[in-house]
């Protein structure tokens, strides 16, 4: 019997979406985690405190009567987005960040930045405060192949943002690529990059080899091994800059399964038990804690969850539904195409 108690994790990248598929998916965040960055690109998207209060509201409306869960909001900044206004949110406690979409580079990201020049006051602003800046790292230039999209923006907006502003603390959202994990490592304490569930475990050959496979199409695309790797080697050795974002994206199965298939991966009722056994082929179980506990609330400036969940290796694989019902209609959960053997067990106080 093997087992494995470490603190509660948090979540520093969830989509929970609205309506019926937040009422289905939220109770498997919070089954597992305490707390989530949660992300703003909502149809309308989540741009000012205000917004950011109404939206609260409905997450703590969707979970279990006697869950703790608490949601760390974000407002999605766009070119005509308030200084002020994000500054007043922060300062009350309400929001924890902002978030920076690239117009056009994924879901709902429409209304998001088309020249940073336009938000730099906010940027200083935020630098100024210590606020968080939340950044999906890819340029939506059409020229720029799909799979360099990234490197491309780590060049021409992530290093002289860098450059500009050393003190913006800046979250590098989703690496996909060794040259995030080399720009965050080699860009000083106020950096920091979340990495997924799927992407220590998917390359672009589980969406393209042997037939399009929809459910693993995400923003940004899965890379080649060498990113992979890169990936892993980041995220279990425990360096203090690499934290746990599962950008669990759920979109219902007709959204996902049709000619223009929706980007996104659920990956929240089985990423924990993903995550040990990624970390146990690593030999690097003892330091899963760090990715998934630790780091994520030093960077944050939060103090460390209280209370402990233990993993636990079972002999015969655990079953995990492969859907779930929002609505209606389906999602699927994510399937990390090997047998799922570790278990998440309540935790002790």
Same mark, same amino acid.
């Given at each position: 019997?093997k087992t494995l108690t470490i603190r509660q994790p948090d979540d520093w990248?969830?989509?929970?979406? @609205?309506?019926?598929? $937040?009422?289905?998916v939220a109770p498997f965040s919070a089954a597992h985690f305490k707390r ?31 869950? @703790?869960?608490?949601? $760390? ?18 300062? @009350? ?9 690239? *117009? ?5 990201? +429409? ?8 938000? #730099? ?37 992530? +290093? ?7 003190? $913006?603390?800046?979250? #590098? ?11 965050? +490592? ?32 995400? $923003? ?9 790797? *890169? ?26 399964? =049709?000619?223009?298939? =929706? ?9 924990? *038990? ?27 400036k939060l103090p460390v969850n209280e209370r402990h969940v233990t993993l ?38």
């Amino acid at each position: 019997m093997k087992t494995l108690t470490i603190r509660q994790p948090d979540d520093w990248h969830l989509h929970l979406r @609205d309506a019926a598929i $937040l009422k289905a998916v939220a109770p498997f965040s919070a089954a597992h985690f305490k707390r989530a960055i949660i992300m703003p690109n909502l149809v309308p998207p989540v741009v000012t405190a205000a917004d950011a209060m109404a939206y609260r509201e409905q997450i703590v409306a969707a979970l279990p009567p006697d869950s @703790d869960f608490q949601p $760390l909001m974000t407002l999605y900044l766009t070119e005509g987005s308030r200084a002020d206004d994000i500054e007043a949110g922060f300062r @009350d406690g309400l929001v924890t960040a902002v978030k920076l979409y690239p *117009a056009g580079a994924t879901t709902n990201s +429409q209304s998001g930045v088309r020249n940073i020049e336009a938000v #730099m006051p906010v940027l200083e602003r935020m630098a100024e405060i210590g606020m968080p800046l939340c950044m999906h790292g890819e340029v939506t230039d059409p020229a720029i192949d799909i799979f360099d999209r990234e490197a491309v923006f780590i060049e021409r907006v992530l +290093q002289p943002l860098r450059r500009r502003l050393p003190e $913006l603390r800046i979250v #590098m959202e989703h690496v996909t690529t060794k040259d995030g994990v080399d720009f965050v +490592q080699a860009a000083g304490e106020n950096t920091a990059g979340t990495i997924t569930t799927h992407h220590l475990i998917i390359n672009r050959n589980a969406i393209l080899a042997g037939g399009i496979r929809p459910h693993y199409y995400c $923003l940004p695309v899965a890379k080649r091994e060498t990113h992979r790797l *890169a990936l892993r080697k980041a995220a279990t050795a425990g360096e203090g800059r690499f934290f746990l974002g599962t950008d669990s994206a759920p979109h219902v199965d007709p959204l996902k399964e =049709c000619a223009c298939g =929706c980007a996104g991966v659920f990956n929240a009722p089985n990423t924990l *038990a993903c995550l040990a056994h990624v970390f146990e082929e690593e030999g690097a179980l003892d330091r899963l804690e760090a990715f998934t506990s630790l780091n994520g609330p030093s960077f944050y400036k939060l103090p460390v969850n209280e209370r402990h969940v233990t993993l636990r290796w079972n002999d015969e694989p655990v079953e995990v539904p492969s859907k779930i019902n929002a609505g209606g209609e389906t999602i699927t959960v994510f399937d990390p195409m090997f047998p799922i053997h570790w278990s998440v067990e309540s935790g002790a106080s």
